[in-house]
Antibody, heavy 125, light 110 residues
């Protein structure tokens, strides 16, 4: 069974930092491209950024609104994806989801096929 | 950053057919945008229905189909069921390797 479990969210003051984690099981993590997606309360989905698989270089891309403030990384030994969020603004308040942007399950291509349950980050003074 | 547009809301009768569309501020949506469609119900994570314009996951009900229509990506629901009432999001790929979501369509089955 594929599982993605986010952790590390909570309440933080504007200008503060957090590190979100996404523990992944049930897939070959080293081959998976992973993305973060967020959703502000009552709003739509917003793609935050990705981390390519180590076999594809492990490089990252981030959307313009968070570029320079958010950093995505991965630890293959722990099958875990991270999102370091710095210089937080009130508009960063959202549920943050990790998802498998590119992965194969039992040989079948399953892009954006698996999602975590989401973790809430609240930025407020 | 490109803007992806969707109908804010649509209503379909049970058993009826409805088409949701997804446009891009940069011009026509093509297969090169690798259009995705997601379904999200309240309190749940999104679920992917369609990828790369028209491909389905193993869990995608057969009544959902994806296509390109008139310069937009389209999601057609044929034979709507009450459980299809949800928010639907499209996702498009842009140069530079970035994804952009549409604002979502709230689908009511009534």
């Amino acid at each position: 069974e594929v599982q993605l479990v986010e952790s590390g969210g909570g309440l933080v003051k504007p200008g503060g930092s957090l590190r979100l984690s996404c523990a992944v099981s049930g897939i070959t993590f080293s081959n998976a491209w992973m993305s973060w997606v967020r959703q502000a309360p009552g709003k739509g989905l917003e793609w935050v950024g990705r981390c390519r698989s180590k076999t594809d270089g492990g490089t990252t891309d981030c959307a313009a609104p968070v570029n320079g403030r958010f950093t995505i990384s991965r630890d293959e030994s722990k099958s875990t994806l991270y999102l370091q969020v710095n210089s937080l603004k009130t508009e960063d308040t959202a549920v943050y989801y990790c998802t498998t942007e590119r992965t194969y399950i039992n040989g079948l291509y399953a892009p954006f096929g698996y999602w975590g349950q989401g973790i809430l980050v609240t930025v407020s003074s | 950053q490109a803007v992806v547009t969707q109908e804010p809301s649509l209503t379909v009768s049970p058993g009826g057919t409805v088409t949701l569309t997804c446009g891009s501020s940069t011009g026509a949506v093509t297969s090169g945008h690798y259009p995705y469609w997601f379904q999200q119900k309240p309190g749940q994570a999104p679920r992917t229905l369609i990828y790369d314009t028209s491909n389905k996951h193993s869990w995608t009900p057969a009544r959902f189909s994806g296509s390109l229509l008139g310069g937009k990506a389209a999601l057609t629901l044929s034979g709507a069921q009450p459980e299809d009432e949800a928010e639907y999001y499209c996702l498009l790929f842009y140069t530079g390797g970035l994804w952009v979501f549409g604002g979502g369509t709230k689908l009511t089955v009534l």
